[in-house]
């Protein structure tokens, strides 16, 4: 008796997975999209990477509520991408194990070389949202791989064309200070051939260790070589250290930089913050979705995104307006994306589209501006936004003259 | 290159070493005695900063100055009461593990609470502006902050080698065996240690957070350039430690100098391995018994 009995449960126990892995092998199809986020938490990028994690989550957050992607949720997979070894680590595991569709990510240019070479391998878009570099544009492109954030020749011309404006190029000796790593030395390039061509000259240049906190040493050398200008082409928290020392060593020239992000002025602090640089965005950009993006974030957060934010929270869009027009395939999510007809909305006053030359993202970006201590709101509104660059009557693709990273072939 | 301004570099440099210095001191204080590698040191530096960022606005920079070293120091004693004690008999490594799990719950508590950004710390109004000695320039604040690390080291020089407290903390770095057999119970020096040494790292944390980002792994930033600092020293050495931090500045200072700027931390690393070839034990290391 009990022996039938139990060999009942058995047959039971079996046919009831048999009559379940059929829809263990359809969940595919209804089962949540997962995408992988990867980017640097640890370390001098980690505060911005962090800000990416928060928009990462909102955008997630946003969409999933409003329905998910073609009726299906969006499932973040999220790592600390540590350093290029670990990143290509984690973004094959996330590939591999996790089955992905795409990854989001990254801030260093150096890791995202190394995400990229798997993401191409593997046939996985990785929408790159910090990394700057110009050689990823180039001679490092890939085809799988886009950029939202926007490359250093971008910023080098925006910032450039104010310093031009302002009369501190022609003629006049730039100290420049960088960020001894790929991204700085990238930047450095860039800067050079700009000074080149506009007929300004190297008062001094310094490379500075990415560990390094403290600039006494090179203040003391920019204040002997009495430049006009001092540029930074730093990164991270070294911009917040070269900020407050700035202050403290009185130094007057003014101060600029290539490379930027918001997080630094806001950790600098109103009185230590000076200065002209550009940006992707900032939570300052007077249109109606960057607006209700703000609100969104800081509801959600208790203070405003940050500029590395725009760039996680824009790419989770453009994925899932990709991914709703031609679905999950890596090669179909590759050939929407770089279509240029195909636009996508950036929350700035123009549409975005991706240069199918090497799959930048030809969007506007800003220059922010200092305010003095007196004028300033608050804690985060210590500068203030300039209007779109380009102008509203000039081409995006004035934004990537000169260039410096190589040519891109897509490994062809 | 102009002679005055490498002068100038090379006393900056020497000055630099004093940011090294008060890490570095705890550090040695620690280890000589317990023989903890505390690798939770620059997190307790972090903590430091943080305290600062949080009671300065009820308290003011001064007071600040004074009250968040000795709630370091109090922190450093209850760890050493807590989690050290356990393991002065166990295998090194073991400790090394506690403390290195320590620094990592110190600094991700600061990232879960604060955020990973780094937060806006000003110095003192009284402070700001320049100093100029002839054509030297230099900031004031840092002139301030060079003078409460020599107070500071002075007075850990005296109470280590001016009182009973310090002759029985430097016989049981020497040999705590025949302490104990002298019927003295090293305990409560060991906690005073730990708060000593610790409480130096909280005071460095207040004193950077006005130059420095006040960010949860400012404490990981200068663990490794102290723990050369060390090594360069020579354990059991107060004046190895003085010495090495202000030659690591040096160094640093005069690799900027000459214009090989991105060799400036790389080359401390090289100093400490001509050091260690030179001299196993540190510029002034003492021979340890059970160290050896």
């Known amino acids: ?313 824009t790419a989770m869009y453009i994925l899932k307006q990709a991914i709703e027009a031609v679905g999950t395939d890596g090669e179909a999510l590759v050939g929407y994306l770089e279509n240029p007809e195909n636009t996508f909305d950036v929350m700035k006053s123009r549409p975005a589209y991706f240069n199918p030359k090497n799959h930048q993202l030809m969007q506007e970006v800003y220059t922010i501006t200092a305010l003095p201590p007196g004028e300033q709101q608050n804690q985060w509104d210590i500068f203030t936004t300039s209007a779109p660059v380009p102008a509203p009557d000039q081409p995006l693709e004035t934004l990537i003259e000169a260039a410096v990273g190589g040519e891109c072939s897509f490994g062809g | 290159m102009n002679l005055f301004l490498f002068a100038a570099q090379l006393l900056n440099g020497l000055l630099d070493g004093f940011y090294y210095l008060l890490i570095a001191l705890g550090l040695s204080l620690i280890f000589s005695l317990g023989g903890i590698v505390n690798l939770a040191h620059g997190a307790f530096y972090a903590l430091g900063a943080y305290l600062a960022f949080l009671l300065t606005p009820y308290l003011g920079f001064f007071p600040v100055l004074v009250i968040v070293p000795l709630l370091v120091a109090g922190l450093g004693m209850v760890t050493e009461r807590l989690l050290f004690t356990r393991f002065y008999k166990a295998d090194p490594l073991y400790s090394l593990l506690l403390t290195f799990g320590l620094a990592m719950v110190i600094e991700q508590a600061l990232r879960w609470y604060f955020g990973a950004s780094p937060q806006a710390y000003s110095m003192p109004s009284v402070l700001t502006g320049q100093v100029f000695l002839g054509d030297f320039v230099y900031s004031r604040y840092r002139l301030f902050q060079i003078a409460v690390a020599i107070a500071v080291v002075a007075a850990v020089w005296v109470l280590l080698n001016r009182t009973a407290f310090g002759r029985i903390v430097r016989a049981g770095i020497q040999n705590p065996d025949i302490l104990g057999a002298m019927g003295i119970s090293l305990r409560p020096y060991l906690s005073a240690v730990a708060g000593i040494g610790i409480g130096l790292a909280g005071l460095a944390g207040v004193l950077m957070a006005p130059i420095y980002p006040v960010h949860p792994a400012m404490g990981a930033e200068i663990l490794t350039a102290a723990f050369v600092v060390v090594v360069i020293g020579g354990l059991g050495s107060f004046w190895g430690v003085v010495v090495a931090a202000l030659l690591v500045g040096l160094v640093k200072g005069f690799m900027i100098a000459i214009g090989q700027s991105a060799m400036s931390m790389a080359a401390i690393y090289l100093l400490m391995f001509v050091v260690l070839l030179l001299r196993p034990r540190g510029l002034m290391g003492e021979r340890i018994l059970r160290f050896e």
């Open chain 1, 1 to 313: 008796m009990l022996h039938r009995r139990r060999l009942l449960a058995a047959t039971t126990a079996l046919t009831l997975g048999a009559a379940l892995l059929p829809l263990g092998a359809f969940a595919q199809d209804d089962g949540p999209i997962r995408i992988g986020h990867l980017t640097p938490r640890t370390g001098f990028l980690g505060p911005l990477g962090e800000y990416a994690v928060m928009a990462a989550d909102l955008a997630v957050e946003e969409i999933n509520a409003a329905g998910g992607v073609n009726g299906r949720m969006i499932e973040i997979i999220k790592e600390d991408s540590v350093n290029p070894q670990t990143a290509s680590t984690k973004a094959e595991r996330m590939i591999e194990r996790d089955e992905v569709v795409a990854i989001v990510g990254e801030i260093s240019s150096a890791s995202a070389l190394t995400i990229s070479q798997v993401a191409d391998r593997a046939q996985r878009p990785f929408i790159n949202t910090g990394a700057n570099s110009d050689t990823l544009r180039g001679s490092d492109c890939k085809r799988y791989m886009f950029h939202v954030e926007t490359q250093n020749a971008m910023y080098v011309n925006a910032e450039g064309q104010y310093l031009q404006n302002e009369g501190l190029v022609d003629g006049k000796n730039w100290y420049l200070l960088t960020a001894d790593y790929a991204f700085g030395h990238d930047l450095l390039n860039a800067a050079k051939a700009f000074l080149d061509r506009s007929n300004g000259n190297i008062a001094g240049d310094d490379l500075v260790p990415t560990d390094a906190t403290d600039f006494s040493s090179y203040l003391l050398k920019v204040r002997e070589a009495k430049p006009d200008v001092v540029v930074s082409n730093l990164a991270g928290t070294q911009i917040t250290s070269f900020l407050k020392q700035y202050t403290e060593f009185g130094l007057d020239a003014p101060v600029g930089g290539f490379g930027f992000d918001t997080a630094s002025a806001w950790a600098a602090g109103g009185e230590n913050f000076k200065g002209t640089w550009p940006t992707v965005w900032t939570h300052q950009v007077d249109t109606e979705r960057s607006q209700a993006f703000v609100k969104a974030f800081t509801d959600k957060y208790g203070k405003p995104p940050e500029n590395q934010a725009f760039g996680d929270y």
